[in-house]
């Protein structure tokens, strides 16, 4: 009878150990290896009580999606906390608007009769030299002055006779 006894006992606590389920460390090792095989990189698992946090950086929210799908599909993890970011999108380096504002302004100096005014532009910032007119030069200050460059224009321009 007792050993009857000791037999389901033993039998009783293999079945609640067994239920209990896998260890935090385990299930961090089982999410790691998931994201491995799904190819998922730049995440760090940290399991405590069945609840996954992920970190790290990843390229982008598909990533970041796909990541948290990975470690929702292993058995045992409970939840997921997403914490991971994305890494910035790469700032496009405007094409030189040097020569594009040179022409702009060089054209509108044209039309309103500046001969002998010159356009040069450096980094954005347009410098007018040369010698205009004296009739004309009014005229030419507001066209310089109507730019629209930010920081204005460095006028060095001269008031001929």
Request: glycine share 8%; aromatic share 2%; with cysteine.
């Amino acid at each position: 009878m007792k050993a009857k006894y000791l037999t389901v006992l033993t039998l009783a606590i293999a079945l609640f150990a067994s239920a209990c389920g896998k260890s935090d460390a385990d299930l961090t090792k089982a999410a790691t290896d998931k994201l491995a095989a799904d190819k998922v990189t730049g995440v760090t698992v940290k399991v405590e009580k069945g609840v996954a946090t992920l970190t790290g950086e990843v390229a982008d929210a598909a990533v970041k999606s796909k990541a948290e799908a990975s470690v929702r599909s292993v058995e045992g993890i409970t939840n997921v906390t997403n914490s991971l970011t994305t890494k910035p999108l790469p700032v496009a380096t405007p094409a030189a608007a040097d020569p594009a504002l040179t022409g702009k302004i060089t054209e509108d100096l044209k039309k309103a009769g500046c001969e002998g005014a010159k356009v040069t532009v450096e980094n954005g910032k347009p410098t007018v030299t040369g010698e205009v007119p004296a009739a004309k030069y009014a005229t030419c200050i507001q066209v310089i002055q109507q730019a629209g460059v930010s920081g204005g224009v460095d006028n060095k321009l001269v008031k001929g006779k």
